[in-house]
């Protein structure tokens, strides 16, 4: 397969086809499965190659049989490879460790799938490293696949999810800021066409408003909360992870500010009538792009002077008119967070929720109050495991790790794409 990328001239694809041997190393059975996967895959670019080839040569009238017969061979030699990982020697040395096996292969191809869309079909190259380097964006789709799959086992552990989903969404608002400060000091690689697009959130709403085009990242963001619900605020929002740092440096209050919702509510109707009425008045994009950066920096203010005092994040919560709208949204995904009959009212899940939604009333309905973002921290906080992610007809733990799967493989592909 690398030799024929690499007659394609598709270099990034034979260096993955030569690096994917490597992970022959790692001894576990999801490793057995994207191997699976991948050489069937392989099989069937063996057959589109001989269909074209074919066809090329039924044009100008040469034979094909020869042909048909040495690579058909070869894609069902490739094909047949993949049976090979069913053995009684390699399934004992490729270990199935559970069910973490099929989750990690899972995260690991969908993953690449949709990153391989991207590279394929976007008409301006959108991976980074593509960027840069044509055809090389292939072997950052192989890294941030493995790179899902890790993250994803690491935060099947519910005691460990809150520690690591706070380290990746961090991790990712850097990568987000970084291209900007690279795009602004002058390679405007790193910036979409150039043109820079206010990374604040509010934009998201009052950018296309004022402009009158441009809906991708609108768009974006409601395809987003339709598959993961309100989780774009608690995995995926570039700002977001500042103020989720800014809240923890303090224990969670339990005297919230009650009157939030109507105040994030009342933010979201004046950022419409605002935009509306600069456009209306015709005010110059300057001015406008000024008056979006000041909104911006009024809600670090938030996050430095109240979230830090209150050790819950207000700037999402009270501040942002985003929140209101991903929580609204987020009630036609079916995924939830639920509290189970037998729950103690011990409270410690309101001792690690930043959002505000499991204060006593909450515990006492058995269900988070409507800022709940589907963060999960309050599930390894609980002790009697009351606390569940639902989702349709399965089964709690199901639930969970579907929801894992989703929300990782989006960071990934947030992180693989994430640009201004």
């Known amino acids: 397969m690398a030799a024929h990328f690499s007659r394609a001239n598709q270099t990034g694809l034979a260096i993955v086809c030569l690096l994917f041997p490597f992970l022959l190393l790692i001894k576990r059975r999801w490793v057995a499965i994207v191997f699976q996967v991948l050489l069937l895959l392989a099989a069937m670019e063996w057959i589109q190659t001989t269909l074209r080839i074919v066809h090329i040569r039924q044009s100008n009238g040469e034979a094909w049989t020869r042909l048909v017969i040495i690579l058909g061979s070869v894609a069902l ?43 394929i079909k976007a008409g301006n190259p959108l991976i980074l490293l593509e960027r840069f380097f044509p055809t090389m964006g292939w072997i950052e789709i192989f890294a941030l696949a493995f790179y899902a799959r890790w993250i994803v086992e690491k935060m099947l552990d519910p005691f460990q999810s809150a520690q690591w989903r706070s380290r990746i969404w961090l991790f990712f608002s850097i990568v987000f800021f970084s291209q900007i400060i690279f795009g602004l000091i002058g390679f405007e690689k790193f910036l979409m066409t150039g043109k820079l ?7 998201i709403v009052a950018g296309p408003l004022f402009r009158g085009e441009r809906f991708f990242m609108p768009m974006l963001f409601v395809s987003t909360v339709l598959l993961v619900g309100p989780a774009w605020c608690s995995h995926l929002c570039y700002i977001g992870a500042w103020d989720n740092l800014a809240s923890r440096h303090r224990e969670v209050s339990r005297d919230f500010f009650k009157g939030r919702r109507w105040m994030q509510i009342g933010m979201l109707i004046f950022i419409i009538i605002f935009t509306l009425i600069l456009k209306w008045l015709g005010i110059a994009m300057i001015v406008a792009t000024i008056l ?106 199901t639930a969970r790790n579907v929801f894992l799967v989703m929300i990782i493989v989006l960071h990934a592909v947030f992180l693989g794409v994430a640009r201004i």
């Not at 099929?102 to 969908?110: C, E, Q």
């Open 77 to 119: 030699f490739t094909a047949l490879a993949a049976l090979v990982f069913e053995t009684k020697k390699l399934k004992q040395r490729f270990v199935d460790t559970g069910k973490s096996e099929i989750i990690s292969a899972i995260t690991f191809l969908l993953t690449a799938l949709l990153l391989n869309i991207v590279q």
């Open 292 to 397: 979006g950066i000041s909104f911006g920096l009024i809600g670090i203010g938030f996050m430095v002077f109240w979230s830090r005092k209150k050790g819950v994040m207000t700037h999402c919560l009270t501040y942002c008119p985003i929140g209101i709208l991903a929580t609204w949204l987020g009630k036609l995904n079916p995924f939830r967070i639920r509290i189970k009959d037998g729950c103690t009212k011990c409270r410690a899940c309101t001792s690690v929720c930043r959002y505000d939604a499991l204060q006593l009333d909450d515990i006492i309905r058995q269900k988070p109050a409507s800022s709940c973002t589907l963060c999960g921290d309050c599930i390894g906080s609980c002790k009697g495991n009351f606390l569940e992610y639902r989702f349709l007809r399965l089964n709690a733990d």
């Open 197 to 203: 697009h206010i990374p604040v959130p509010v934009m």
